[in-house]
């Protein structure tokens, strides 16, 4: 007699490969309980691809690709040495990137957030690990100053203004552990050249949409040379107004500065089209005892705050 199915657990997956794993968890679309265990569940094609413009296999093709690059970064020495215990998917929606670190953490120490209460509750009923919880714009996180190893955020900082770009990285390297990373994503500024090329008769609605900025380019080229942020207040349907909610092209230099009062460093910044349309960035929370590397000392000076 066959045992019941039961969840899936870290103890599962641990062993894998990053790229044996990738592959169970693209697999899973098809087949939600592979050897008497159950992968977490999807929402409907149609939730996927507003929140994320992809569904099923291709956005988990992207999620992994992002894991992938997360992995790179997590075997440094300082990263190991981390006091934090925790992993925090910063922005989870319907739990895209979350699920791939399973493999790094047990459930019991993964924790989702979002400021869409629906996608909080579809994750929290579909098998994902962790817990999740609804946060809110402008009020601090619920957790301790240090309570994570890891932080991610995939396609947030993407789309917040200055004002909510600043106070949530600050707030995100006060609950990063020393040691710990914050693996994100930006828009870079050859964002604004992609605005420029949109075509007037583009059937993509993401480009229609963003085309009628196109007349504030001159604008948001200087905002951009100028403070090193620029927004499109685009909105983005509930919870994310135009106030809150749009597109933000930001230079490598800006994040840096940001960073670094944090205590945060930039240790990985990869701007590569063909590898992400955005451009992925690991800052690491600075372990005052711990000597500066290279990189480190780099954009310290490029921030200003060497």
């Known amino acids: 007699m ?25 697999r899973s679309v098809a ?5 008497g265990l159950v992968f977490p569940d999807f929402p409907s094609p149609e939730i996927q691809r507003q929140f994320v413009g992809s569904a099923y296999e291709d956005a988990l093709d992207e999620a992994g690709k992002f894991y992938a690059f997360a992995q790179e970064s997590m075997g440094d020495r300082a990263y190991k040495r981390s006091s934090g215990k925790g992993y925090l998917d910063f922005g989870c929606g319907w739990g895209r990137i979350g699920r791939f670190f399973l493999r790094d953490f047990q459930a019991e ?4 957030v979002d400021i869409d209460p629906g996608m909080v509750a579809f994750c929290a009923s579909a098998n994902l690990p962790g817990r999740f919880e609804t946060i809110v714009n402008g009020q601090p996180l619920p957790f301790a100053d240090g309570a994570f190893r890891l932080i991610t955020a995939y ?34 500024p050859r964002f604004l050249d992609m605005v420029e090329a949109i075509r007037p008769d583009s059937d993509n609605a993401w480009m229609a949409a963003l085309s009628v900025f196109k007349d504030r380019l001159p604008q948001l ?54 590898r992400f349309w955005q451009a992925a960035v690991v800052i690491r929370k600075r372990d005052p005892n711990a000597p500066r590397g290279f990189l480190a000392r780099l954009m310290a000076r490029l921030s200003g705050k060497a």
Do not use: C
């Open 109 to 112: 120490d993964m924790v989702g």
């Open 155 to 188: 396609s947030v900082f993407t789309h917040l203004p200055p004002p909510l770009f600043r106070a949530w990285l600050a707030e995100l390297l006060r609950v990063l552990a020393p040691g710990g990373q914050l693996v994100f994503t930006v828009e870079p």
């Open 221 to 274: 080229r200087a905002d951009l040379a100028n403070e090193g942020i620029a927004y499109l207040p685009s909105g983005g349907g509930d919870y994310r107004g135009p106030d809150v909610y749009g597109e933000t092209a930001v230079t490598a230099k800006f994040v840096a500065k940001q960073a670094a009062p944090y205590g945060g460093e930039v240790v990985r910044y990869v701007d590569d089209p063909a």
């Open 31 to 35: 087949e939600r309980a592979q050897d």
């Open 2 to 26: 066959n045992a019941p199915a039961r969840l899936l657990a870290h103890e599962d997956v641990q062993g894998d490969g990053s790229d044996a794993w990738i592959a169970r968890l693209k």
